[in-house]
């Protein structure tokens, strides 16, 4: 986005929230509440806890898959607008990546903000066009007999990548797993490292 539009979008976003004040269908402190709870209190590490469940109990890891948005809220995290959220899993054999061809819908109430790139024309454009090039420059370099499958969010249906568990974590805890569960590896443009690397 250039400058341009983001003084754009910054000038509507502005108009818009004086009118709903106006109007009295919301107040600036609820606004307030809102941005502070996804810039601070939603993040990444609310998809990190349900990974490293689904890794740690077989039955929780069905229930994720079948039905994203119901296993997520077992956990506390309700889904963001009423998005249907769909989990993919990662397997040794297919790579799923995800984007926003549209503009940047993403599963805000696991993942917090979706990060610039997420958002950028080039990554939106190129994600389904040349995914492995794509994967490249984010330092992921997948065999050629991995098969990726690209997920077009939107904003009744977000995804959320179930990464792979590193070898060499099977006597962690939850705890320790949460911790090694990255933003990146969720959207599906990194894998997570084995610690023992
Ligand atoms: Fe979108």
């Known amino acids: 986005m250039n400058t341009t539009?983001?003084?754009?979008?910054?000038?509507?976003?502005?108009?818009?929230?004086?009118?709903?004040?106006?109007?009295?269908?919301?107040?600036?402190?609820?606004?307030?509440?809102?941005?502070?709870?996804?810039?601070?209190?939603?993040?990444?590490?609310?998809?990190?806890?349900?990974?490293?469940?689904?890794?740690?109990d077989p039955d929780y890891k069905r229930r994720l898959l079948e039905d994203g948005r119901a296993a997520i809220a077992e956990l506390g995290f309700d889904s963001a607008h009423g998005a249907k959220i769909v989990v993919i899993e990662n397997t040794p054999d297919v790579h799923h990546l995800?984007?926003?061809?549209?503009?940047?819908?993403?599963?805000?109430?696991v993942l917090g903000l979706p990060p610039n790139w997420y958002k950028s024309y080039a990554y939106r454009s190129r994600a389904v066009r040349e995914p492995r090039a794509v994967l490249l420059e984010f330092d992921l370099n997948l065999p050629d007999t991995v098969e990726i499958r690209v997920w077009d969010s939107n904003s009744d249906l977000r995804y959320m990548v179930l990464p792979e568990r590193p070898?060499?974590?099977?006597?962690?805890?939850?705890?320790?797993?949460?911790?090694?569960?990255?933003?990146?590896?969720?959207i599906g443009v990194a894998k997570i490292e084995s610690p023992s690397k």
């Open 5 to 56: 539009a983001q003084t754009d979008t910054a000038l509507r976003t502005r108009a818009l929230e004086s009118l709903l004040i106006e109007k009295g269908l919301i107040t600036e402190d609820i606004i307030d509440e809102v941005v502070e709870k996804y810039e601070k209190d939603v993040g990444p590490l609310n998809g990190a806890r349900v990974v490293a469940r689904a890794w740690t």
């Open 98 to 109: 995800v984007v926003c061809t549209l503009c940047s819908c993403y599963p805000w109430s």
């Open 167 to 186: 070898a060499g974590t099977e006597d962690y805890t939850e705890e320790q797993l949460i911790s090694l569960v990255t933003r990146d590896s969720m």
